[in-house]
C-alpha cells in the first residue's frame, strides 16, 4: 500500500511560481510511474504530467508544457512538480498519483491508470 502526501500549494500572483512536492511511502518507489493531475471547482480531474519509472521519459499537458516540469529523486522518494509563469487557470488542486505499470504516453494521462492517490494541495493564482 502506497501513501502520497502532496505539499508545497498556496496563494501566488500571476506569472509567480510555485513547487509542489509528493512524497510517497510503503512501497518501492522505483517501481512506480507517477503522474500529476489537477481539479477545478465543478470540473473534471484533467491530467498535468506524468513521469516514468526511472525519470527518463516525461509527458505534460498542452496547457502546460513550456512552463511546468516533473521530475523525481529516487533517494528522497519524491515527485515534484516545477510550476512556472503560473495563469489564473492553473488555480486547482492538484494531486499525485502512482501507478505500479510501465509508462506510456497513452496510459499516463488517463487517471484510471493510477492506483494510488495523494489528497491533494491546493494552488490558487490571482489575477
Known amino acids: 500500500q502506497v501513501q502520497l502526501v502532496e505539499s508545497g500549494g498556496g496563494l501566488v500572483q500571476a506569472g509567480g511560481s510555485l513547487r509542489l512536492s509528493c512524497a510517497a511511502s510503503?512501497?518501492?518507489?522505483?517501481?512506480?510511474?507517477m503522474g500529476w493531475f489537477r481539479q477545478a471547482p465543478g470540473t473534471e480531474r484533467e491530467f498535468v504530467a506524468g513521469i516514468s519509472r526511472g525519470g527518463g521519459n516525461t509527458l505534460y499537458a498542452y496547457s502546460v508544457k513550456g512552463r511546468f516540469t516533473v521530475s523525481r529523486d529516487g533517494a528522497q522518494n519524491t515527485v515534484y512538480l516545477q510550476m512556472n509563469s503560473l495563469k489564473p487557470e492553473d488555480t486547482a488542486v492538484y494531486y499525485c498519483?502512482?501507478?505500479?505499470?510501465?509508462?506510456?504516453?497513452?496510459?499516463?494521462?488517463?487517471?484510471?491508470?493510477?492506483?494510488?492517490w495523494g489528497q491533494g494541495t491546493q494552488v490558487t493564482v490571482s489575477s
Open positions: 510503503g512501497g518501492t518507489f522505483s517501481r512506480y510511474t
Open positions: 498519483a502512482a501507478a505500479q505499470r510501465l509508462f506510456t504516453t497513452v496510459q499516463a494521462p488517463d487517471p484510471s491508470t493510477y492506483t494510488y
